[in-house]
């Protein structure tokens, strides 16, 4: 009788342990559900929040050093994030950068001269916080450098500030005849708004690099 009552003491215990470990699963698998259901909304608010914050440290009256702590933000979101969504935070960058540069050059032809010089300062300032959110969204994502690249890169730091500006102003191709006509005025404008705004950045000792916006056309 002791016997049988022992066997049945330990199978209401085994049964107690085999119903909380399915419990324990459960609430596991509940948990891993939730977290796979979560990340994608969760990834999305820090892609649409790193994108409005870029917006706005572009689009405010800009200062390289005061920019660093939203740059660091930036740069926090982007560590959260995987390759695909970096590169639309990215695209969005470019996108606006665009826009901007566009807007810069009609202010330029339209501003008396003796205004000019300031809105350029504000457009190189702007361009370099840009670099900053350019190399934010380098970490991860981005396409390995080739050895041809990195070997640019190189010859690059070792140029002065106004050979690299040459350098890539040479390596820009030429736009189709057709979108050249298109563009026509256009990219006279924004020629003579580059001219200048090259000329400033070496006055003032700043590398722009690539971070110059492309005239009408060339993509």
Do not use: C, H
């Not at 350019?134 to 396409?143: L, S, V, W």
């Not at 350098?167 to 200048?196: I, M, N």
């Amino acid at each position: 009788m002791r016997g049988a009552t022992a066997r049945g003491g330990e199978d209401a215990s085994g049964s107690r342990g085999g119903r909380l470990a399915l419990a324990s699963l459960a609430l596991v698998l509940v948990g891993v559900g939730g977290w796979m259901l979560l990340r994608p909304s969760r990834t999305a608010r820090i892609v649409d929040e790193t994108i409005a914050l870029q917006d706005a440290v572009l689009s405010d009256a800009v200062d390289p050093v005061a920019a660093r702590g939203r740059i660091a933000a930036i740069t926090r979101n982007i560590d959260q994030l995987p390759p695909a969504d970096i590169r639309r935070v990215r695209d969005a960058l470019v996108a606006r950068l665009r826009s901007l540069g566009e807007q810069s050059v009609a202010r330029f032809v339209d501003a008396p001269p003796e205004e000019r010089t300031a809105l350029l300062d504000g457009d190189i300032a702007r361009l370099q916080v840009a670099r900053g959110i350019f190399e934010a969204t380098d970490q991860g994502g981005m396409r390995p450098f080739t050895e041809a690249e990195i070997r640019e890169r190189e010859e690059r730091r070792r140029m002065t500030p106004e050979e690299r500006q040459q350098a890539d102003r040479a390596r820009r191709p030429a736009p189709e005849p057709s979108t050249a006509a298109s563009a026509g005025l256009d990219r006279k404008l924004f020629e003579r708004y580059f001219e200048a705004l090259g000329k400033r950045a070496k006055e003032k000792k700043v590398d722009l690099g690539r971070m110059v916006p492309r005239p009408p056309g060339r993509g």
